[in-house]
């Protein structure tokens, strides 16, 4: 004879783990929907800053010449790392509307820095990477949420590895050496290969942390 309590029980378990999952499912989509307007401004913004910058026939425009060939360029180079800083000290103080605001504001300036990508490479080999990087990025995030492996232990390790690489350009921008800039790039991979699956892993955590 069945066990009505048991039977209780377990329906009882049972739908709270599908209550978890689908909390964590719309948490986790809220999440990457966010990123991907971060990611849209990104995008809009470079491609704009570009055609700002650069006329038809190639030459640099009064903005080009200010954002690309002028002492303000570091202003520009610089400015996301600021953005990133200040959201680090400040994010536990800050409304989420600040957040937010600082988030989408940081995101603009990463495209105006990455803007000058258009000026080296062509829209074809441009298309390719993004695809390619959010292919590994996919990839990366799923093994960072589908792991049980506890990768807390790697995060203070990648966030030195990321500091040594933004020391290493910074040296690199007046050393201009093919060999370093090689190895940052190499390294550079390793390093957020590792931080997409630790920091998907972190935000899941952060979901069951309430």
């Not at 829209?123 to 292919?135: N, Y």
Request: charged share 10%; aromatic share 14%; net charge neutral.
């Amino acid at each position: 004879m069945a066990d009505p309590i048991r039977n209780y029980q377990t329906g009882a378990a049972s739908g709270a783990r599908v209550d978890i999952d689908q909390g964590l499912r719309a948490y986790m989509i809220k999440v990457y929907n966010l990123m991907g307007l971060g990611l849209l401004i990104t995008g809009l913004a470079a491609w704009g800053a570009f055609h700002l910058a650069v006329t038809g026939d190639g030459q640099l425009t009064g903005f080009g010449q200010l954002i690309y060939a002028s002492a303000f360029r570091w202003v520009v180079i610089l400015a996301p790392l600021a953005a990133v800083m200040f959201l680090s000290f400040r994010i536990q103080s800050m409304s989420v509307a600040a957040a937010q605001t600082t988030f989408w504001v940081y995101a603009g300036l990463v495209g105006l820095s990455l803007s000058t990508i258009f000026l080296v490479y062509t829209g074809t080999s441009i298309t390719q990477t993004f695809f390619a990087t959010a292919a590994a990025f996919g990839g990366l995030s799923l093994y960072g949420y589908t792991t049980r492996r506890d990768l807390s232990a790697f995060g203070s390790f990648l966030i030195m590895g990321v500091i040594g690489l933004l020391i290493a350009m910074l040296i690199n921008i007046f050393l201009q050496s093919s060999a370093l800039a090689f190895a940052i790039s190499a390294i550079g991979v390793l390093v957020f290969a590792g931080l997409t699956a630790y920091d998907t892993q972190r935000i899941k955590e952060m979901h069951f942390e309430g």
